[in-house]
Each structure stands twice: as structure tokens, then as C-alpha cells.
């Protein structure tokens, strides 16, 4: 289906993107891989009077090191994600996740900042991005503000960016010599999450001393799993440990039910890859 008829602008600067924002309000849409976006608009489920590409804004791009944090700009391609190295050895289970993103076509146009912001639940982004305790940046007409990853992610597609505001970077604490996995359930290649899991794991020796667990698709936003995290701490790198404090992946969780399966049956799944990706984090 063809999309309705709408004007379109394509800003360079953050600032001029915020005043097309601006001039436009409810009327606009911001555009940015268009990996989400296009879809709805093919499909008339949304008819935005203008549509804002962000794609030439060079600023939103990149990744840098910034003390002991890394950068990533909210235009970063999933592609240049996993070519990052400072994204490999300091955000490891973010790297693991985008490689469970679709395919290379869509991994070189889509974006992490475009992710985040539509919200999906079973987006591939968000559940790394809570574990890894990031910071995200949100930058409005007047003035920018921070906004934790544990608050960002309001509810089904909602977030923390208010109208008028654009999401600019996302700011990671390093986590180098964290051991890192992305577990994900899917039942063709390339299908969005049913059930998965980001696990990062700091061992001392033998024993687990820090464990940061994030689940996809197991409610309306991506959750931390708080429970096994503060139950793993002290614990030794074992199967039979790993397994009993594992148990406890999927309480407080409310997960959908459609035709991939039911409420119960993503519980299950997410005891399950919680034990593999921890396991497999810490090195076991």
C-alpha cells in the first residue's frame, strides 16, 4: 500500500530538527532507519502530515569514549554497533544482542536510538540497554536532560521522550571484563523475540561477584530481573546454583499471549535462557 501524502524535511543539525518538530507538533513523525516507521505508514496505520529525517544529522552518529563511559549516538546504525570495538570489549551484551537483529540489510539501516524510542517490547535493544544501567540523553527545544534506563521505558511503545523532545545519545558505563549474553527464542530466523535475555556477568575466581539480567518481551517494557541478580551475587558459577537462582526469572513478569504461545509458556522460557545466558556469560 502506498503511503498518504505528507511533506517531508531532512534537518542537519539537532537544532533545526527540534524547530521542525516544533512547527509541526502532533503533525509530524520523526524518521530515523525508517525500519518501524515505513511499515506503519505503508500500512495507513499513522498519516503524519510532515515527516523529519534525522539521517543527515551527523552529530547523532558515532560512538566514542568519554572517561568511564562510552557514547553512542542516537543515529548509530546497528552495523556500526557491531563494528565497534569499544562497544565489543566495554557493552558486550549489547553487541550480542544486535546480532540477533534481523538481517545485515535492515542491521545497516536501522538504528539504535530509533529502537529505543519506538518501544517495541520485543525489540532486541532495550533489554541490554536496562542491564547495562545506561543513561540516555533527550534534548528538547530549551534545554537536554538524562534520563536512566530504568525510567525511560514507560509502557507499551512509550517512553520517557516527551513531545517536542528528540532522544540524542545513549551513554554506557564500561563494563570491561564482564562476561556477556544474549539468549533469544525465536521460531524462524530473523523473527522478533518471543522470550529473550541479556545477561552480564562479573566472576571473581569461581564465584559470581556482580550480575546485571534484563528480559524481552515478558511485559509492556524490556524488566530487570532484580531477584536472580541479588541471588547470584556470592554465588559459585554452577549449574545447580545458577539453575535455583534462575528460578526466580519470571516473578513479577507479565508476559503476552498469541499464537507464539501463552503467558505460562514464556515464564518457562524465561527461567530457561536466563540459566543458559548467565551459564554462558560466566563462562560455563
Known sequence: MIPAQFDYVAPTSVADALAALAEAG????????????????????????????????????????????????????????????????????????????????????????????????????????????????????????????????????????????????????????????????VRVAHQWSIVAVAATVRVEGDTIAEAAIALTNMGSTPLRATAVEESLVGKPATDDAVREACAAAADGTNPPSDLNGDSDYRKHLATVLTRRAVLAAAGK
Open 26 to 185: 502532533d503533525d509530524a513523525k520523526v524518521l530515523a532507519g525508517g525500519q518501524s516507521l515505513l511499515p506503519i505508514l505503508r500500512m495507513r496505520l499513522n498519516a503524519p502530515e510532515k515527516i523529519i529525517d534525522l539521517g543527515r544529522i551527523e552529530e547523532l552518529r558515532g560512538i566514542r569514549e568519554d572517561g568511564d563511559s562510552i557514547v553512542i549516538g542516537a543515529m548509530t546504525t546497528y552495523a556500526d554497533v557491531l563494528a565497534s570495538d569499544l562497544v565489543r570489549e566495554n557493552a558486550g551484551v549489547l553487541h550480542d544482542a544486535v546480532t540477533e537483529v534481523a538481517d545485515p540489510q535492515i542491521r545497516h539501516r536501522g538504528t539504535i536510538g530509533g529502537a529505543l524510542v519506538h518501544a517495541d517490547p520485543a525489540g532486541d535493544v532495550g533489554a541490554p540497554i536496562l542491564a547495562l544501567d545506561a543513561v540516555l540523553t533527550v534534548t528538547g527545544p530549551s534545554s537536554e536532560r538524562t534520563v536512566p534506563a530504568a525510567e525511560f521505558f514507560k509502557d507499551l511503545f512509550e517512553t520517557a521522550v516527551g513531545d517536542g523532545e528528540l532522544l540524542t545519545s545513549i551513554r554506557i558505563p564500561k563494563h570491561a571484563g564482564w562476561g556477556s549474553r544474549y539468549e533469544k527464542f
